[in-house]
């Protein structure tokens, strides 16, 4: 690999995103699979079939591989548990082909007794009690877009995909506690306290190929909140989540969630491999790429409180009669919930509550979707602006700029969109409304000037007669020629 | 024209504007002037060369034809009275070719004895004293593309050039003063109040083809502050800026400054001519395409206190020892001046006072020019804004939004420039740029991941030895993973 030369990475992060879809098409890391070549070679021609034939036709595709991928903003929170083929990916490499019946799951390191298991061993029910859980998954990379727009980051060395709103996505997952199969070799040894997780993906780092791993605290273990999972809404996982089984660490950012999951290693400290170590990492405003050592950043597990709008989209002119129908979703990470969500049509200045029966219903480790008629009089650009309070009474920061970082991860501030408002119940305005229907003139795109005058010269002349000149008279008596 | 069809004009408003010079080419217009044929067919061929012949080949063109154009950043504040040749141009048609010994300019309307005056007469120093006076002329569109950025608006039917901060510039005038013409015309009449100043460029509006033309009122002549020019900083008025007489209104934006005038009517109203009364009104932010009316926006006439800052560049990453150089300009309409300049650092927060000595000397009507080594410790993006109190303490609205209007006309908030930070000043900064340089690797640009580590695996591990995990541990002094 060292002996090879691969183009830079792009450096869209200082540019506009380009309006593709694909946005990127990932030629270093299609390189990197032909330079190493054998059956890595044709992975990413795979990934994509396996793309095509998964998700929905409308994905947004910001990566086209390692393929990253969410829905578009209409169908984010169309439903409260999202359809799989609709779920978001993020992928650090390809999509591993894995047989069912050749698969084992290798516990080893600071393990009592370390061993494998095939997935019949995992399924047996006399050996592991089954949990079927509601569980959001959350990129840490979720709204980056929004931050990217703010000021350019690098993050690390893989791209920073653009994601909007939904690189979250919410299902019913169903496995194993990843507690009771090390307990079934008879628990950690020694000073075991982390666990480490590896995916069969490739992974690559610095002119390095190796598999994708994290690791997860033991205390996040013993609590049942690190599953194995091989089922997802009712159906076998599909192949792009990590066929045949995954992890789902619940609370926890995504990139914990290992797919294609082949071996789990007991250590006494958190794994040195990148992803945990020198990525996902959430720094302070002022360390950039000059001074970001990786213990400067906090590792990313739980996300915090954040929400997002749906509806209605960015920039979108709105015709309405004293309200604005909204809807998105809030999420909490952690175990915490969304247990208020607001909404401003002024910026951040004035905030209705969301009823709680607009709100869908309460789950630990799980997102809210809601919907809310916003009041607004106002007409012109406003922007509407969403905050959610969680159980422990966290809420978010009201701008970009306050968790800004490097890293471009945790896009925790409220998500604020711009809308150009215009409300019927005004009269004038109605009359206007008409006026373009009449004539058969489109309202929209607001840039475009119309031909048709907003009043005659007559009723122009009229007004000045009966106010004020726009400049000021003279008070005295004399002339103001002299 | 009315039986012609004409392409809608573009709308850039709502997008990126393209990174080209010119920005935009103007086929509206081009094919106007073609519709109309005879001699108006090859005006914008004749205009784009008096272009190339007479400005700075780095001007920026915003608009071919008709042409807009100002100097590059770099430029604008190079010296404190603009050259000729890099002084902003933004006309509303093609550039007429006036042989000054043909050229008469008349006096009528409301004034006691209509006449003409040949350029001798206007130059015969025993008929009209003369006046040298060192004059800001601003474009209301100056800064406009900050607006643009914000929320888009669509102005009037002329495209909203995408201006920066160099639609301004500073000039030595030498001409006459309107009032003593028109008292050489016997002074007004009946209800004499303004002056219609008339250009022999063309212009269009709404499929109607006229002359340049808008008013000033007789209080304005009155102060000696209407000046017939044809001496631009002791050389004769070049062609593109209104050969062979130019109107100076002092104080008020450009609009009102009229080129190639060749005839002046008394009104006892503000004209009715597009420019003064449809279009450069200023509109509350609630008022857009629908509603509109020409009497709910102010006819702009002065400017308010502004000022820019035209170094360090946006986005530039500006590597020093604790102060970042800065410098710009400052003005105010009316004929105040600005009296202090402040810049920020730290977005607004905290403000320091340029001190007199690094700020221009002060004229009525004129900008002043200044420089600062703004004091920066903080490393990362910060934002560095400028404000300027005006001789009446005027001061500027802190954000764009304050300021915003459909027009996208008066970028009066405070301009503000994103840098990127990096302080040699700080050790372990001192210490990274140096690796930088001894391995050849460019610092810029800085989204780009180096290869060479920020530490090492050793110092990794002695940081958590000595430091708390990232994960708390449980207290009590039983097995963590029993």
């Known amino acids: 690999m060292i002996d090879q030369k691969f183009p830079p990475p792009p450096e869209f992060q200082l540019g506009a995103i380009p309006d593709t879809n694909p946005v990127l098409e990932g030629v270093r890391w299609k390189m990197w ?7 890595l070679a044709s992975v990413p021609d795979e990934s994509w079939s396996c793309v095509l034939e998964e998700k929905h036709p409308e994905m947004l595709h910001l990566l086209q591989f390692p393929y990253n991928g969410e829905p578009p903003k209409r169908l984010v929170t169309a439903e409260t548990i999202t359809p799989n083929n609709l779920h978001f990916i993020r992928n650090h490499g390809g999509i591993p082909n894995i047989k069912a019946d050749k698969w084992e799951l290798k516990i080893g390191g600071l393990v009592r007794h370390p061993r494998s ?38 993050g690390d060395e893989m791209i920073n995909a653009p994601w909007a709103e939904g690189a979250i996505g919410t299902a019913v997952y169903t496995g194993i506690s990843l507690k009771h199969v090390i307990k079934h070799c008879g628990g950690l040894v020694d000073d075991g306290k982390h666990l480490e997780l590896f995916g069969a993906d490739t992974y690559f780092k610095q002119n390095e190929v190796m598999n994708y791993s994290v690791s997860v605290p033991w205390s996040k273990v013993k609590a049942n909140e690190v599953l194995l999972c091989w089922e997802m809404n009712g159906e076998p996982l599909p192949k792009i989540h990590g066929f045949p ?20 290693t007991a250590l ?27 213990i400067d950043g906090i590792q990313i597990q739980e996300m915090p409180v954040s929400s997002a709008i749906m509806m209605p989209l960015n920039k979108q002119v709105v015709i309405h009669t004293g309200s604005i129908n909204c809807k998105g979703w809030a999420y909490s990470g952690g175990g915490r919930w969304p247990e208020r969500v607001e909404l401003s049509a002024d910026g951040g200045f004035s905030w209705y509550a969301v009823p709680v029966e607009n709100i869908s219903e309460k789950h630990r480790f ?14 012109g650009w406003i922007e509407i602006v969403v905050r959610c309070w969680d159980n422990s009474l966290n809420t978010q920061p009201l701008e970009v700029r306050s968790a800004w970082n490097w890293g471009l991860h945790v896009t925790s501030s409220c998500h604020r969109i711009k809308i150009y408002s215009v409300n019927k119940k005004r009269e004038l ?12 003139e489109g309202f929209i795109p607001i840039t475009r000037p119309t031909d048709f005058p907003q009043m005659t010269w ?25």
Not at 460 to 482: A, C, L, M
């Open 33 to 39: 699979h032909k330079a190493i070549g054998g059956p």
């Open 117 to 154: 298991f095939t997935l019949s061993d995992l399924q047996n029910k006399d050996l592991f009690p089954r949990f079927t859980k509601t569980c959001t998954i959350q990129c840490s990379g979720t709204r980056r877009v929004e931050q990217i727009a703010l000021y350019a980051g690098e």
């Open 245 to 264: 089984i995954r992890a789902l660490v619940m609370g926890y950012i995504g990139a914990r969630s290992v797919k294609w999951l082949y071996r789990v």
């Open 268 to 294: 006494d400290r958190p794994t040195h491999a990148p992803v945990q170590s020198k990525e996902y990492l959430y720094f302070n405003q002022q360390f950039g790429k000059h001074n970001q050592r990786p």
């Open 366 to 379: 799980s997102w809210r979707t809601w919907h809310f008629a916003l009041p607004c009089e106002v007409e």
């Open 429 to 440: 305005t109605q009359q206007r409304l008409s006026e373009f229907q009449r004539r058969k």
């Open 458 to 482: 007559e009723d122009y002349d009229e007004f000045w007669k009966k106010t004020q000149p726009r400049d000021v008279q003279s008070d005295n008596g004399g002339s103001d020629s002299e």
